[in-house]
C-alpha cells in the first residue's frame, strides 16, 4: 500500500474556499514522520492521523478553524507548530 511508504506531507493552500482534511485520511499511515498545512487549510478532520505512530512533526497554519477528535493517538513525542 502506497500510504506506507509516505513520510513526509505538504498540504498545500488552497485559492478557493478552503480545504478541509477528511476524517482518516492519514490514518494507519505508519512511515508518516512529518506534515505541513499550508494556509488556506480549514478543518482537520477527527482520526486524521491515528495510528500513524512515526508522526512527530505537524504545522498546523493559524487558517485552521476546527480540528477533529482524537486526530493523534499512539504519539510519545509529537510537536505542534502553529504560525
Known sequence: MYANALKTITIPSSS???LN???N???NCTSLQSVTLL???LVIGGNSFYQSKNLSIIK???S???IGIIILYYYYYYYY???
Open 81 to 83: 507548530y502553529y504560525y
Open 16 to 18: 478557493n474556499q478552503g
Open 39 to 41: 494556509s488556506g487549510v
Open 25 to 27: 485520511s492519514f490514518s
Open 64 to 66: 485552521v478553524q476546527t
Open 60 to 62: 498546523i497554519p493559524n
Open 21 to 23: 482534511i477528511s476524517e
